[in-house]
């Protein structure tokens, strides 16, 4: 089982960056893939990105490639997500989660999630 913890969110003007981070529990960490989702107000969970176990490869939806990039600590178990030039409309809650299936985009192939850290950006 893994336990996961995200933080780093905030309030933050259209333009700026914010970096989450997600600690993970236990020695399986680099036995997972992991993702970021995003769900705001009224929306379905939806994947953002994600990166293998060796973070050799990583994936992004299209609306955030360019700006945000995901990275991995396996000594620190925790996986990152660099956000720069954030817009209104990435504006939510942000999720990590963590895959046996790497390059999963779908939120059916995580098994273990964070409580969310929200991220509101103004314009």
């Known amino acids: 089982q893994v336990q996961l913890v995200e933080s780093g969110g905030g309030l933050v003007q259209a333009g700026d960056s914010l970096r989450l981070s997600c600690a993970a529990s236990?020695?399986?960490?680099?036995?997972?893939?992991m993702g970021w989702f995003r769900q705001a107000p009224g929306k379905e969970r939806e994947f953002v990105a994600s990166?293998?176990?060796?973070?050799?490869?990583?994936d992004y939806t299209d609306s955030v490639k360019g700006r945000f990039t995901i990275s991995r600590d396996n000594a620190k178990n925790t996986v990152y997500l660099q956000m720069n030039s954030l817009k209104p409309e990435d504006t939510a809650a942000y999720y990590c989660?963590?895959?046996?299936?790497?390059?999963?985009?779908?939120?059916?192939?995580?098994?273990?999630w964070g409580q969310g850290t929200q991220v509101t950006v103004s314009s």
């Open positions: 989660g963590s895959s046996l299936t790497s390059g999963a985009r779908s939120r059916l192939l995580y098994n273990f």
């Open positions: 236990g020695r399986t960490f680099r036995s997972y893939a």
């Open positions: 990166i293998n176990l060796s973070g050799s490869f990583t």
